[in-house]
C-alpha cells in the first residue's frame, strides 16, 4: 500500500472572472476618511479599508469552493465564513509588506485586481533564485527550511488571481522599481467548523 500525508497548512489559489474583478475594483476608493495603513504591517502609503459585505457577496462563490477543498484538505467542514476586516492596497515603486502574519481572525485572503505589464517585465528580468522570488512576487513561508521539506511558495501573481491562506501563515511581499500602480485586496476571515 502506498500513502502520503497532507501536511502544514492549506494554500489555495483560484481565479476571480473579469466581471467580479470589475465590481470588486469599484469598491476600491482612495479615501483618506479610510485610511487603513494603522491596521497594517506594510511599507504602502496607500491603503484604505473596503465595505466588508459588499466584498463577501461577490467572492462568495469562491469561498464555497474554498470550502470544498479545506474539508478535503483538513477533514472537518467549514460551515460558515464572515470577512472581520478587508482593505485595498496600491503599491507603487520601492513599497513592500515585510515578513508578517496577521492577527485576530482565522483565515486571510489577496486578490489582484490590476498587475501592469511593465511589472511582468521587470519581473522576467529579475536575475536571482526563484526561491527568492523577484520584483512584486508574494512569498509565504512555513516552518524551518531543510532538505527535502518545502517550507516556501514564491508566485508571481496576475490578474484575478485569488490566494487563500491561515491568518499566521508568514508571507511577505517583494518591492518593485517599476514606474506604476499594482492593486490589491485583502481580507481576514473569522470562521466556524465541524
Avoid at 45 to 63: A, G, M, Q, V
Avoid at 132 to 148: A, T
Amino acid at each position: 500500500m502506498e500513502k502520503f500525508y497532507y501536511w502544514g497548512p492549506l494554500l489555495y489559489h483560484t481565479e476571480i472572472n473579469n466581471k467580479d474583478i470589475k465590481n470588486i475594483k469599484s469598491l476600491c476608493i482612495k479615501d483618506v476618511n479610510k485610511d487603513f495603513r494603522k491596521d497594517l504591517a506594510g511599507h504602502i502609503i496607500e491603503e484604505f479599508s473596503i465595505d466588508n459585505n459588499k466584498l463577501l457577496n461577490i467572492i462568495k462563490p469562491y469561498l464555497d469552493k474554498y470550502a470544498f477543498n479545506y474539508k478535503h484538505w483538513y477533514g472537518s467542514n467549514l460551515k460558515s465564513i464572515k470577512i472581520n476586516t478587508s482593505w485595498v492596497n496600491f503599491m507603487k515603486s520601492g513599497e513592500y509588506n515585510p515578513p508578517h502574519m496577521h492577527t485576530n481572525c482565522d483565515l486571510s485572503c489577496v486578490i489582484y485586481l490590476d498587475i501592469p505589464i511593465k511589472l511582468k517585465e521587470e519581473n522576467n528580468k529579475y536575475v536571482g533564485t526563484l526561491k527568492q522570488g523577484g520584483p512584486g512576487s508574494i512569498s509565504f513561508n512555513y516552518g524551518e527550511h531543510n532538505k527535502n521539506v518545502i517550507n516556501n511558495i514564491t508566485l508571481f501573481p496576475k490578474k484575478g488571481d485569488f490566494l487563500i491562506f491561515p491568518n499566521n501563515l508568514t508571507h511577505s511581499v517583494f518591492p518593485f522599481k517599476s514606474n506604476i500602480e499594482r492593486i490589491s485586496v485583502s481580507a481576514n476571515f473569522s470562521i466556524t467548523t465541524g
